[in-house]
């Protein structure tokens, strides 16, 4: 079993070696803490038994359970009995950068955007793999564990590679587990809900309307929030709130900032709303998250 490439620095823990995404078995004994982090996780139940517990409740896992968890969420382990999780990790600028056209592929898009926060799951996405498709995500796994002892800088396309495989086995699953309602939704997402996604994402800190984002693209308001529903399973100010949330909890954990700075530099400049809307996320508000997780929070270095 390879040990991550973890440093620590102030309380918080981060992959020093510039990894672009890190795969690697993780054995659980009785009881593994809450923690945060503030990259992409998604692990899958190899071995043993154990209780997953996360802001979305908690979950008995068996052989073959994936769980993909969005950053900032919170979750650990209960009950656990030689619990063989098989992590895989990337940072939220790969997604942003060498996954951003996952966005508009229906399997991929659910998986990675549109899936962790439709139906109150908070960030959070769980599905079960079949036989054959659990021994397909091993291979990519064992390959993306091999990759991360190899020099990054080299094998750049190759852990991108595996890393597209690997989440597209997950993404067939989730498009099973979701059944009849991901038929129903049909193909890719409709251009104006990316360019919406896109638009919110990196103008969190404006003060946005509907009224206004339908203008910007163009479309009536009441036919925005329709395309919105379909494709994300948000209307556009619920998904704007997800961003906002997941960008203050990474802020919480990684810097200094106070938390009404925080809340001005993601749109919620009102102190006690910007409290209600990421409890309404987290579970906690801002202060208790920051005060519970700043000493054992994961952070993933970018790749240099």
């Known amino acids: 079993m390879r040990e991550p490439p973890v440093g620590a ?43 997953h517990h996360s802001v979305a409740g908690r979950q008995r896992l068996r052989r073959g359970d994936v769980i993909l968890l969005r950053p900032g969420v919170w979750h650990g382990y209960e009950e656990c009995r030689g619990l063989d ?5 990337f940072s939220s600028q790969l997604l942003h950068r060498e996954l951003a056209w996952t966005r508009e592929d229906p399997l991929l898009g659910y998986l990675l955007w549109t ?3 439709s139906l109150e799951r908070r960030g959070v996405l769980t599905a ?16 993306l564990d091999e990759l991360g002892r190899q020099p990054a800088a080299r094998h750049r396309g190759d852990v991108i590679g595996r890393l597209s495989l690997f989440l597209s086995h997950l993404a067939r699953a989730a498009a099973q587990t979701r059944g009849k309602a991901f038929d129903d939704a049909g193909g890719p997402i409709h251009p104006a809900v990316v360019q ?26 009441g ?32 810097t200094g900032q106070s938390v009404s700075e925080i809340g001005q530099s993601v749109g919620w400049s009102d102190q006690n709303y910007f409290a209600r809307r990421f409890k ?25």
């Not at 896109?198 to 009536?220: G, I, K, P, V, Y």
């Not at 395309?227 to 802020?251: D, N």
């Open 280 to 304: 309404a996320h987290f579970g906690m508000s801002a202060t208790a998250y920051r005060a519970r997780f700043s000493s054992n929070a994961f952070r993933l270095a970018e790749h240099q």
């Open 115 to 117: 899936g962790p926060y």
């Open 196 to 221: 919406g996604m896109r638009l919110l994402e990196t103008r969190l800190d404006h003060r946005w309307t509907l009224s206004e984002l339908a203008e910007e693209l163009h479309l009536a308001p």
């Open 9 to 51: 620095t102030s309380g918080l823990f981060y992959f020093t070696d510039g990894t672009l995404a890190y795969a690697g078995h993780w054995v659980h004994e009785n009881t593994h803490p809450v923690h945060t982090h503030s990259f992409v996780e998604i692990t899958l139940a190899v071995g043993g038994e154990g209780v």
């Open 223 to 254: 036919y925005l929030v329709r395309l919105f529903k379909s494709s994300v399973g948000l209307p556009p100010m619920a998904y704007l709130a997800q961003q906002r949330a997941e960008t203050a909890a990474a802020l919480l954990l990684g």
């Open 85 to 89: 999780m098989f992590n895989c990790c």
């Open 128 to 143: 079960h793999l079949d036989p054959f498709a659990f021994e397909e995500c091993l291979v990519h796994l064992d390959a």
